[in-house]
Every structure is written in structure tokens, then in C-alpha cells.
């Protein structure tokens, strides 16, 4: 493909737990550019037999916020990101079979667990680490589809599609996989880069069912005539839709506007992927033990990282002290009231699994505390404080570790995402790691989507080195300088091992 003239054109679709923005960005070698045009609430819908996506929703937000795309210039291409793990199943026909489950449902609880424990299960914890590299967790799509086991979904199933890889099947009526999210499956070889057919047909699945691999950068398709007049497009254009990193945390990753290797990430928002970009995945049984994954990035890097609950914790306390009616839960206060309350008093481990669903978080908080010995917090600001710490706690561990575990060494965390507009926690976050914290950009998920697009198209990008230069030249970030005040080793040394 030719270089362009022009700045490219290019729709970023991207998807949240809890809410989805489309995005409008120009890009060009010298030129990033990024504006929202729509954005959505999203989360799940409580139905008698689950916690569900509704994806039909979410697809009708995408055309409206390409709609509005088209209705203010020209559409050069189109890339969606996502969250990982969840899918939907196709029939033989190509039609939806049933709502997707998120993965906050309550089906795949203790399933891992005991297909682990069952030795005629055909599963066991270092043979799955030793091909997929992947975190054992209860949500993985393995132990969703080994939920699933002699479902009539599942028994009728001809095809399944990862969420943004099924999003962009209903735009251009191609079926495939983007490796970065079929990288988080646990069904996916982190060797070879390729299906694990052995463990696809172990967790119930016809190997069949899995579709094509696809990298980031190529392209799925063009948009469907249908879909192409409901978004306003004249009549015969052509516009692609761009495989990206559609692991939102893939894309994330391409937006760090790193300067060289020796960086570590935080990607910041409703979870915190934790950890470091890395050219071969670590597949250790020192790595399984502490239970770190390896997924893949885009330009055939890893992730190598661990999910940590994130902000959902505090987002679902606001959440519920908002039902209730109580006062100065906003977040801009409760993060000015927070930063004056006394730090490390109580400290929990941010990444119990009992903070994994909807329901009352600051309750769930104080019991953690309690079981631990902690002071109990009794306000929001002190619970807010707990949340706060724990998380700066979780991610000094997290990357100390990863480094330890990869043999080598970081001298800046950089905070990516939504929490790092977050000053307190940026703040917290470099007096825990004992390193400068840079923090943007707030939408690292969206402009790594685009720069991808903006390759895939022409656009003279072409490595992760020159992606991340663009994003520096363009995008201002804040820097927080680590201070030694606080006996973090002490506050860490509370925690359960």
C-alpha cells in the first residue's frame, strides 16, 4: 500500500465494562488527533439465568457513533477494541445463539477449581500454564465453556467469535480471530501462536469452531452495503474495518508513550493490567506459582502481567453509596478527602475474589479488614483511602515481581487509561514502586487503536517505537516523583502472601 498524502481518517470503537466510546482520530506521520463522538453506558443486564452482554445494544451504539463519524467527514477505516475473555456462539446459519455471559456471571464459580482438582478431567494447572501461559482465572474462556459443557448453545455452535471479533463480523460479514484477545482465552498456544486443539476439544468444543487467526493490521473486511448506507456512507464506498489490538489492554500497550524498553505499565481503569512488554513469553513454573500470564501484544510482543481488580472497587462503592444517598461520594471529593486521610492505615488485598462481583463493595471492604486485622474503615474517605492503597500495594508487588520473574529491571511505571487522571493514585503509585510514575494518555486504548489503523492504511508508523515518538510529540503527560515518606515494605508485609 502506498503512503498517503493525508492525514488518515479512522473510528476507534472502543469498549468498556461500563461504558463504550467511539472515537474520531486523525493520523499521520507527524499528526494524532483524537476526539469522542458518542459515547454509551454499558454493563451487564441481570436476566433469570445469568448476567449477560447486550450485544444487540452495543452494536446499534457502534452505527450510531459511526453515523455521527460520517455525518462530520470522510470514514477512512474502522478498528474496535474490547474487554478479553467473553464470546458469543454462532449457528451453522451465522446467527447469534443466545446472549453473550459477562464475565462477572456467577456460573464459572469454583469451575476451575474442580476440573483442576478432578484427575479425569484431562486438565492439570502446569500443563495449561506450559502451553497458554495465561493467569488462572475462574473467567478464563476455558472454564466459561467448560460451564457451558451439554448446553444447547454450546451443542448447536458452529462458530464462536470472540466480543469484538463477533462486533465486526455483524459490520463485514467476515469470521476470524485477533490473536491479542484469542491470546487471553486460555485455548490458545503462547508457543506457537496458534489454537490449542487439545484443550479446545477438553473443554467441549468441536476444534472447528475456533476461526481463523488474524494479526493486528490486517484487514477484516469492508463494511456491508446495509451497514455502510445506515452509517450515511455514499452508495459503493469502501471502507475497511482494521484488525487492532482488539484486547483493549493490547491496544493500551500501543499507546505508552515509552521513550525505551525499560519501562513498566499500568493499564488504569475498571481492572489494572499490571506488568511488562516483553519479546518471548515466561512460562515458568515460577511464573505459573505467582500466577502472572503472558497474552499477546501487537508486533509479536508480550504482555507479560497481572490482572489486578482495578478501580471497579471504588466505581462500585460509589456506586452504592449513591443508592444510599450519601453525601460527598463524588468523585472529585472523595479524592481531595482521600488524599488528607491517613495513609496505609488499612491495607487488603485488592484482589480477592470476593470484590469480583456487582453488589456492596464497601461492606465487602471493611470484611476484608476485619478478617485481616486491620482497621476496620468506616467512611467512605477511609474506605476510599483503603481501596487507594491496596491498589498501589498490588501494583508494587505485581511488577516487582514481574521483573524478578523476567530478569529484568524497570526505571519508570507508566499509568495508562482512565486512572491516570487519577493524581492520588499516581502519586501512591510511584512512592510504592520507588520510581517516576508518567501518567497518559487517559486514552491509551483508543489512539493505540488508531495508530494501528493508521499503518494498516499507509501511514508511515512503522513500529511500535516510531508509534510510541508520535505519542509523545503529541500528547502531554503528567509526572509524579516517588517519595519516601511511607514504610511501604511494612504496609506490604500485612498483606496475605
Not at 187 to 198: F, K, N, Q, R, V
Not at 274 to 299: H, I, K, M, S, Y
Request: glycine letters at 10%.
Amino acid at each position: 500500500m502506498s503512503t498517503p498524502t493525508t492525514a488518515m481518517r479512522v473510528a476507534a470503537v472502543d469498549l468498556g465494562a461500563t461504558s463504550g466510546r467511539i472515537m474520531v482520530a486523525t493520523v499521520s506521520p507527524t499528526t494524532l488527533h483524537l476526539e469522542e463522538v458518542h459515547r454509551f453506558p454499558n454493563g451487564g443486564v441481570r436476566a433469570h439465568d445469568g448476567l449477560f452482554w447486550d450485544v444487540l445494544g452495543i452494536h446499534r451504539e457502534i452505527l450510531a457513533g459511526l453515523t455521527k463519524v460520517v455525518a462530520t467527514g470522510r470514514l477512512d477505516a474502522v478498528g474496535i477494541d474490547s474487554w478479553a475473555v467473553d464470546y458469543g456462539l454462532l449457528d451453522r446459519d451465522g446467527r447469534l445463539l443466545g446472549n453473550p455471559y459477562t464475565y462477572r456471571d456467577s456460573r464459572t464459580d469454583g469451575v476451575a477449581e474442580q476440573a483442576l482438582a478432578d484427575p479425569g478431567s484431562g486438565f492439570d494447572a502446569a500443563g495449561l500454564y506450559a502451553t497458554t501461559g495465561l493467569q488462572q482465572l475462574q473467567f478464563n474462556t476455558l472454564w466459561q465453556l467448560v460451564a457451558a459443557r451439554g448446553t444447547a448453545a454450546l451443542e448447536q455452535a458452529e462458530t464462536l467469535l470472540m466480543l469484538p471479533d463477533l462486533l465486526g463480523y455483524w459490520l463485514t460479514g467476515e469470521v476470524g480471530a485477533e490473536r491479542t484477545n484469542a491470546s487471553t482465552t486460555q485455548l490458545y498456544d503462547a508457543t506457537t501462536g496458534e489454537w490449542a486443539t487439545e484443550l479446545v476439544e477438553k473443554a467441549g468444543l468441536r476444534a472447528g469452531v475456533l476461526p481463523p487467526l488474524r494479526d493486528p493490521g490486517s484487514v477484516v473486511g469492508h463494511l456491508l452495503p446495509a451497514i455502510a448506507e445506515a452509517i450515511g456512507l455514499p452508495e459503493g464506498a469502501q471502507v475497511p474495518v482494521v484488525a487492532v489490538g482488539s484486547h483493549d489492554t493490547a491496544s493500551a500497550v500501543v499507546g505508552v508513550p515509552a521513550a525505551n524498553e525499560d519501562f513498566a505499565y499500568v493499564s488504569s481503569g475498571t481492572w489494572s493490567l499490571v506488568g511488562l512488554e516483553l519479546p518471548e513469553p515466561v512460562l515458568t513454573e515460577e511464573a505459573r506459582l505467582a500466577d502472572f500470564t503472558n497474552e499477546g501484544g501487537v508486533d509479536g510482543t508480550v504482555r507479560f502481567l497481572k490482572n489486578v481488580m482495578g478501580l471497579w472497587v471504588l466505581s462500585e462503592s460509589q456506586k452504592r453509596w449513591a443508592e444510599r444517598g450519601v453525601p460527598g461520594t463524588d468523585l472529585a471529593t472523595l479524592l481531595a478527602a482521600a488524599a488528607d486521610a491517613e495513609p496505609l492505615r488499612t491495607v487488603v488485598d485488592i484482589n480477592d475474589p470476593r470484590l469480583l462481583p456487582p453488589g456492596d463493595m464497601p461492606a465487602r471492604v471493611q470484611r476484608l479488614a476485619e478478617e485481616a486485622g486491620e482497621p476496620v474503615p468506616s467512611t467512605p474517605v477511609e474506605i476510599a483511602r483503603t481501596i487507594l492503597d491496596s491498589l498501589a500495594l498490588a501494583y508494587r508487588r505485581h511488577l516487582r515481581t514481574a521483573a524478578r520473574l523476567a530478569g529484568r529491571d524497570f526505571s519508570v511505571v507508566h499509568v495508562v487509561g482512565g486512572g491516570s487522571h487519577n493524581s492520588l493514585l499516581c502519586q501512591l503509585t510511584a512512592d510504592a514502586c520507588g520510581v517516576p510514575v508518567l501518567a497518559g494518555p487517559g486514552e491509551a486504548a483508543a489512539l493505540g487503536n488508531v495508530l494501528v489503523q493508521g499503518r494498516a492504511l499507509g501511514v508511515d508508523l512503522p513500529d511500535l517505537p516510531a508509534m510510541r515518538a508520535l505519542l509523545r510529540r503529541t500528547h502531554e503527560l503528567g509526572r509524579f516523583e516517588p517519595s519516601a515518606a511511607l514504610d511501604w515494605d511494612a504496609a506490604e508485609a500485612r498483606l496475605p502472601r
